[in-house]
């Protein structure tokens, strides 16, 4: 592809967490998402575009930060290699690591670079999130240009959650010009833990809203970088879950310009920056039309969920329990959690199947009658009986579950645990 006569960085806003990162000698296409029904069919895109493969064009290797569907698109990257050719791709180098097991699923001949590239006088730099957890999967891209006793430098934090010595760490007395961060959040909290007639919801709603906008302003305050450019976070819910969009907790991006002198939106599929100049084009300073949002979301309200398709017909109670006694020895194994907390998993013919979280507690499944039987603390699971055997079978993943809003929950207390929820990633045969 052609070089870049520009002695900088610049950055493209394509959807989401994808941007182009361009410099003389290289440009990176990150995280492209561009197909609907992710999630196992709950996820759309808004806004859409009827061509992204124009608005991004050839790029010199791919940059996938973490596996989630909204950051690893298969279909969209078959689409772009057919257009422009197969490229490599630069990820986190981590253990154990997903990503990497995916890539060369997904794509036998795929080329992967382990954390770090150099072309010419650009260094690219993949900072693994760790947290000590085998649930962690995220990852932060570095990209520096030295050109003329002077360092072009900007970083790409995607979805990694605020983390104060992560991200002390890569700042380490460097100079940023440029930071991408999250300003919000996706997620099944509160929309699927509440009731939509239950107030709490609404409440909890507004609280994610700030506490977001705050983890992006103690992030960005850390980071010290000239300008900041909330991104990523961008979907809708689609079919039945169309009712919930409201309740998600998420802000449009120019929220923050009230907040955050510092911080630039680019419109998207097209706005961009430069380190030179530090000046969008094509920003955007207004929220995107509810009129138009309406529009998409009257749209995709009648798309079926993948489990609600006739290739997967509804399982009887006891290949649910037998895949659930198998499921619950694996997840015993890999579990983080040393106290007790309890799965039950809720039946319309009120016999219900209950799993303890607690590595060192007493295994096995138990069937009860009542929820309440178990006592607290409990989180209550009410699913699709197709898509829990889905799940324990490994024909979907439970962390897709979670983030795809696919099942509700009732945690009694409301307390979040993530070694609690990371328990279920492993609750498959």
Request: hydrophobic fraction near 35%.
């Amino acid at each position: 592809m052609t070089m870049s006569t520009s002695k900088n960085i610049s950055v493209k806003m394509i959807y989401a967490a994808c941007v182009v990162i361009k410099t003389p000698d290289l440009t990176i296409l990150c995280d492209p998402w561009f197909t609907d029904g992710i999630y196992d069919g709950s996820w759309f895109l808004y806004p859409t575009h009827d061509n992204p493969l124009s608005v991004i064009g050839d790029c010199d290797v791919v940059y996938i930060s973490h596996i989630h569907p909204d950051h690893y698109d298969p279909t969209f990257l078959r689409q772009y290699f057919a257009e422009f050719g197969s490229k490599p791709f630069i990820i986190a180098e981590r253990t154990p690591n997903y990503l990497a097991s995916k890539l060369r699923q997904d794509f036998k001949n795929a080329e992967l670079i382990m954390g770090k590239f150099s072309r010419g006088n650009t260094n690219a730099n993949v900072y693994p999130h760790e947290t000590g957890s085998i649930n962690e999967i995220d990852s932060a891209l570095e990209v520096e240009l030295e050109y003329s006793n002077k360092c072009h430098r900007i970083i790409n934090l995607n979805d990694c959650v605020y983390d104060k010595d992560f991200l002390n760490k890569i700042r380490n007395k460097k100079n940023y010009d440029i930071c991408l961060a999250a300003y919000t959040a996706a997620g099944s909290y509160p929309q699927t833990y509440f009731s939509v007639d239950d107030p709490t919801l609404e409440i909890e709603s507004e609280k994610k809203k700030k506490k977001m906008l705050d983890r992006y302003l103690d992030t960005t305050k850390i980071i010290g970088a000239q300008v900041n450019i909330p991104f990523a976070g961008q979907y809708v819910l689609g079919g039945r879950l169309t009712k919930l969009n409201r309740f998600r907790g998420v802000v449009d991006a120019t929220e923050v310009l009230n907040l955050e002198p510092q911080s630039v939106v680019l419109e998207e599929y097209g706005g961009t920056i430069d380190t030179d100049h530090l000046i969008a084009i094509h920003g955007r300073c207004t929220a995107h039309s509810d009129l138009q949002l309406e529009a998409r979301l009257n749209e995709i309200a009648d798309r079926k969920m993948d489990y609600e398709l006739d290739s997967y017909p509804e399982p009887e109670y006891e290949q649910i329990y037998d895949a659930l006694t198998l499921s619950e020895i694996n997840a015993r194994k890999k579990s983080e959690c040393t106290e007790d907390h309890f799965f039950v998993f809720v039946f319309d013919d009120e016999l219900n199947l209950v799993v303890n979280v607690n590595q060192s507690g007493a295994g096995g499944v138990r069937k009860i009658s009542c929820a309440s039987e178990v006592g607290e603390p409990r989180s209550e699971i009410y699913i699709d009986r197709r898509y829990l055997f889905g799940l324990l079978t490994k024909q979907f993943h439970w962390n897709n579950a979670e983030v795809g809003s696919q099942y509700e929950t009732r945690r009694i207390p409301n307390k979040f645990d993530r070694a609690v929820q990371g328990y279920l990633n492993f609750l498959a045969i």
